[in-house]
């Protein structure tokens, strides 16, 4: 299958700091990738949705201007937390996707701490 | 609107089967599964695509009823190696997915 990789694995910031989050197709082109956030014992739960040079859609409910997306090219895609706050400790996953495929690849995900 | 699993969670010895439900109340075009095991990203398992296409993995087969809007994964001959929690995603749109709950699966020795 396709790989995909994510950096960092895991982070522990100060409240009030921004982390940024990459994601990046390893052997393929990515068309499409999307960021997930994921709660313990919870589902994944669809944040953005991101393609190749233009805007990312956002959830309903999720923060455009806290939750910076960035898909400058085909195999990176960043996502920046702002001003990150203890409630936005999480695991956070990204997976990619190319024109015609239908399975989505997962990065190994980051795990953010706020303090 | 999310997807509806079933069980929530089952424990099973290893060597025996287990059926992992997923139904939605739109219609469904494709039906992804995936595997997650604590700590670590989603694997993919399978999809099933509307008109009966159907890519698989091993031991583990998977229905698709359109007309039901309902999938089940079959786990056969259960490993220790399939413990974990398994997802179904329904397509929405542009690719994305929307998630299931989850199903937790304990294999015991």
């Known amino acids: 299958g396709a790989v995909v990789s994510q950096h960092p694995s895991w982070v522990i910031c100060k409240s009030g700091t921004s982390v940024k989050i990459e994601c990046r197709s390893l052997?393929?082109?990515?068309?499409?990738m999307f960021w997930y956030r994921q709660f313990p014992k919870q589902s994944l739960m669809l944040m953005a949705t991101?393609?190749?040079?233009?805007?990312?859609?956002?959830e309903q409910g999720v923060e455009k201007d806290k939750f910076l997306i960035n898909h400058a090219s085909l195999t990176l895609s960043t996502l920046t937390v702002t001003s990150a706050h203890p409630e936005d400790s999480s695991f956070y996953i990204c997976s990619a996707s190319a024109t015609g495929w239908n399975e989505q690849f997962f990065g190994p995900g980051t795990r953010l701490t706020v303090l | 609107q999310q997807p509806v699993q079933s069980p929530q969670a089952v424990i099973l010895r290893e060597g025996e089967d287990a059926v992992i439900n997923c139904s939605s109340s739109k219609a469904l075009y494709s039906v992804h599964w995936y595997r997650q095991k604590h700590g670590e990203a989603p694997v993919f398992l399978m999809i099933?695509?509307?008109g009966g296409e159907q890519k698989g993995h091993e031991k583990i087969s998977a229905s698709f009823n359109e007309k039901k809007q309902q999938s089940s994964l079959y786990l056969t001959a259960s490993q220790l190696s399939y413990s974990g929690t398994y997802f179904c995603g329904t397509e929405r749109s542009n690719y994305q997915l929307i998630w299931g709950a989850g199903t937790k699966l304990i294999i015991k020795p």
């Open positions: 991101s393609n190749e040079g233009s805007k990312a859609t956002y």
């Open positions: 099933l695509l509307k």
């Open positions: 052997d393929f082109q990515a068309t499409t």
